[in-house]
């Protein structure tokens, strides 16, 4: 009756210490006798390896705890058959904010940044029982969608590609000027040219502020007389200066400056 109480006070550990963390399990009424046992769990250190030795000690009078046991000791050597990458802790001070969990439990953090879970979840019986389906169980992880975002503009891990942005904006005139544009889009984008048009047809200066504001390097303008001559005016933002090019003009010079 008193896991929730005693999971959630020792999930506390690491922000507030051993022993406030003692003093928080009696004042949820655990026993003195409970909270001294507790410790040895608590207090864990070591390898895997030890750790489900000590595990073993402290429960050898107790079967469900041995069976738990046996069940870690399953989990960690089909990990390491896996030949997983990744460094595996076993943690008993653990605890998910969800309590329908009735197995292990997981929580992924990132190395070499201070920023907590990126990824968690657990095993669980009968959970979709709720949902008319009983006797399915199940294994269950979500993502902390900020938080990789986070860890990767920290550790600067963002593919170099990925942080590049837009290269050129097409001014959208209209339905006519936006028609005979698609298909030049496309032929960009072939390119490796990261190419996008103006959503609608604004004014101008609306337009060219748009682009200014997400440091688009070129705006091409694609008018009446360019379509007529086959060809795409190129403003480039910062020089302010502006010259016509075919579309195959256009593609080399944007390859190269990029």
Known sequence: ???????VAIDKLDKIGIEKVNEELLAKGI????VDTLQPIIGLHGTNDEKIATL????????TGLKGVEELETILADMQRLSLRNELELDLTLARGLNYYTGAIIE????????????????YDNLTGIFGLPGVSGVGISF????????????D?????????????????????????????????????RTEIYPD???????????????????????????AADKIAL???????QALFTIRQLIDKLITKN
């Open 1 to 7: 009756d008193k896991i929730t109480d005693i999971t």
């Open 31 to 34: 026993s003195q006798e409970a």
């Open 56 to 63: 073993k000690n402290v429960l050898a009078s107790s079967a």
């Open 108 to 123: 992924v953090k990132a190395l070499d940044v201070q920023i907590g879970s990126i990824t968690g979840g657990g095993r």
């Open 144 to 155: 902390g969608a900020d938080r990789i975002f986070d860890v990767l503009n920290q550790l």
């Open 157 to 193: 891990l963002f593919p170099e590609d990925y942080t590049r942005g837009t290269d050129i904006l097409f001014v959208n005139f209209g339905e006519r000027e936006q028609a005979y544009i698609l298909p030049i889009l496309s032929e960009l984008r072939k390119n490796g040219i």
């Open 201 to 227: 047809a604004a004014k101008m200066k609306k337009q060219m502020t748009y682009a200014d504001n997400n440091r688009i390097p070129y705006v091409a303008i694609v008018g009446e007389d360019e379509m």
């Open 235 to 241: 403003k480039d933002m910062k020089s302010g200066e």
